[in-house]
């Protein structure tokens, strides 16, 4: 079964938020997303932000910090 996650980037604290979402959220038009990031309390100037699936395990590194997806 394949789970479905949002990804945002929050500049405002620097900090980045992975949350599972249900899959009707990650089919949704852009304006449905922002609206449910609006509702959970984000700014939408001040993030970025992706759905994805699990299905990628693979490792990865920026500045030498190692990464694993979350699976």
């Known amino acids: ?9 929050d500049f405002s604290n620097g900090k980045v938020y992975t ?6 959220l990650y ?4 304006e449905r997303v ?7 309390g984000f700014s939408l100037s001040n993030i970025e932000w992706m759905t ?12 030498n910090k190692i990464f694993k997806t979350i699976s």
Do not use: A, P, R
């Open 1 to 9: 079964m394949q789970k479905f996650y949002i990804t945002i980037l």
């Open 19 to 24: 949350m599972s979402i249900q899959k009707w």
């Open 27 to 30: 089919k949704s038009q852009t």
């Open 34 to 40: 922002e609206k449910f990031l609006i509702e959970c």
């Open 52 to 63: 994805h699936l699990d299905e990628v395990n693979d490792v990865w590194t920026i500045d």
